[in-house]
Each structure stands twice: as C-alpha cells, then as structure tokens.
C-alpha cells in the first residue's frame, strides 16, 4: 500500500469512529489505561485496578473483532458462528451465463427483494449499496467495526451487515455475512465469502457453475 493510500485509510477509519462503539471503547479503554498508568507513577490506590479494568476492556474488544472478521473466513465457522446467525447454503447446481460485458450477473432475492448482483471472484467480501440494503431491509450490526475497501473512487469505510436470506436459480444462503458500501455506487458485489461456502464452483464453455 503506498503512502497516500494508508493516510486515505486512516482517515476513513477516523471519520468512522462516531459511528463504531468498538473504536469508541478502544479509545476509552486507552484513555483509562492512560489514567492508570497515571495514578500509579504517582502512587495512588486503585491505579493498579484501573490499569486492570482498561487491559480487559482491550482484550474483549480484541477479541469481539476477531470474531466478526474471521466469519468471512469458513474454516473458521466453528468459532465464529457464536452470537451470530449460521451461515448456510443450501440447494442444487446453478447456473450463469456469461454476459455480453464479459461478466457474471445475477439476480437474488435478498430478503425478499430482487437484487441485481455482479458475481466478482476478485472481491473478498459481498457487498451492497446503500440504495440496494437500504431496499432490503439490511442494517449495520450494532456496534460492528467497520471495514475499509479499496474502490475505484478511493478508499472508503463499509459497516458489517447480516443477509438473513438469499435466493437465486437453486441457491439459497441464510446468515450470509455483507458489508453495506455507500460509495459502491449502484452496484451489488457477490464476492468470495459467498463462494468460498460452496462445495464449489467452475466455468465450462464460458458458463459459471455453482455447486452448493
């Protein structure tokens, strides 16, 4: 990453703080292991205490954002599905024809809602619009951190979202781990996160062929 693109970084995680609590308490229990570092160079009771409550605090937020980035990882299921719904995908072998624009397009219900994705083996997360979550019904996990994405617009802060059900062709996802893009513009992305949950997948004669 070169030196503008981590400053674009870091600045997006900054405009984001307002909205995360888990960078809100990050910064909190900072300040108070600061406060308890503090009291103890100057001797004061309850130092030590304080310097314990701030470690703790640190550890279990460590801890809370590991499980929400490594659901996007299926080797890790096993751990990570705690507190949160399972992600399952479920159904028969389907089908995609190749685009005219040398893509793979599909449309899912999302929710209920039709919703027209690009199905991108390049992309590690799947990704909506805010138009798109907003039509769904889709809202960001309370207290999520968020997560930055490199787009052709620059980078740009994501918030975790849960897809409660996902349908396309013989396909159906439940529990499917999203994020929700306002600057993605008007396009949804189906990334591997999704694929990487089939039994597998393949291209025969220009076609993309999903196995559940």
Same mark, same amino acid.
């Given at each position: 990453?070169? *030196?503008?693109?981590a400053l ?6 900054? +405009? ?16 108070? %292991?600061?406060? @308890?570092?503090?009291? !103890?160079?100057? +001797?004061?009771?309850? #130092? ?11 550890? #279990?937020?460590?801890?809370t954002v590991?499980?929400?980035?490594? +659901? ?10 705690? @507190?949160? *719904? ?25 929710? #209920?809602? *039709?919703? +027209?994705?690009?199905?991108?083996? #390049?992309?590690?997360?799947?990704? &909506? ?7 769904? %019904? !889709?809202?960001?996990?309370? %207290? @999520? !951190?968020?997560?930055?994405? @490199? ?16 349908? &396309? ?24 996160? &999704? ?10 004669? %220009?076609?993309?062929?999903?196995? *559940?």
């Amino acid at each position: 990453m070169d *030196p503008q693109s981590a400053l674009d970084a870091i600045a997006e995680i900054v +405009r984001a703080i307002p909205r995360s609590g888990l960078l809100v308490g990050t910064i909190a229990a900072l300040l108070i %292991g600061w406060v @308890g570092a503090i009291m !103890l160079r100057n +001797r004061i009771a309850g #130092g030590r205490i304080v310097r314990t409550v701030s470690t703790l605090a640190l550890v #279990g937020i460590l801890l809370t954002v590991f499980l929400q980035l490594a +659901r996007f990882d299926p080797r890790l299921d096993a751990v990570t599905e705690i @507190g949160l *719904p399972e992600q399952k995908i479920l159904g028969e072998e389907t089908l995609i024809p190749l685009a005219a624009d040398g893509h793979y397009w599909l449309v899912a219900e999302v929710n #209920g809602v *039709p919703t +027209r994705f690009l199905v991108d083996t #390049g992309a590690t997360l799947t990704a &909506f619009s805010a138009d798109s979550a907003r039509a769904a %019904g !889709l809202k960001p996990r309370t %207290g @999520g !951190l968020p997560v930055v994405l @490199g787009t052709a617009n620059g980078t740009v802060t994501a918030e975790l979202t849960t897809v409660t059900r996902l349908t &396309f062709g013989n396909i159906e996802a439940e529990g499917l781990d999203a994020v929700i893009a306002p600057n993605l513009g008007r396009t949804n992305v189906l990334g591997m996160n &999704f694929l990487s949950r089939l039994e597998g997948w393949r291209v025969e004669n %220009g076609d993309l062929i999903l196995d *559940p």
